[in-house]
């Protein structure tokens, strides 16, 4: 049973931090591309930050790069978003994914979210 459990979201004054983690289980984690997704309320989700691991590759949305890092624990199959100078627009549900394709537009397997609030 695959299953991705996102934890470490909360509330967080602007300018503050946090980490995010995902923990994989149920499938072969290091053989897929994971990524961040969040949605926040009224909004459409959209990518945060995509992790290749067949390229070696990071990629982060224009409106986190610089302030957000993505990483990944092939040994503790966990997924990292390390969330710096944080700002009131980050409040949302953040989701990880997991991709077989690494092409970024077919992933497989969805957590059910941890709510990042910043004020």
């Known amino acids: 049973q695959v299953q991705l459990v996102e934890s470490g979201g909360g509330s967080v004054q602007a300018g503050g931090s946090l980490r995010l983690s995902c923990t994989a289980s149920g499938y072969n984690f290091s053989s897929y591309c994971m990524g961040w997704f969040r949605q926040a309320p009224g909004k459409e989700r959209e990518g945060v930050s995509t992790?290749?691991?067949?390229?070696?590759?990071?990629d982060y949305a224009t409106s986190v790069k610089g302030r957000f890092a993505i990483s990944q624990d092939n040994a503790g199959n966990t997924l990292y978003l390390q969330m710096n100078s944080v700002k009131p627009e980050d409040t949302a549900m953040y989701y990880c994914?997991?991709?077989?394709?690494?092409?970024?537009?077919?992933?497989?397997?969805w957590g059910q979210g941890t709510q990042v609030t910043v004020s």
């Open positions: 994914a997991a991709e077989a394709t690494c092409r970024g537009t077919e992933y497989n397997f």
């Open positions: 992790f290749n691991s067949r390229r070696g590759r990071t």
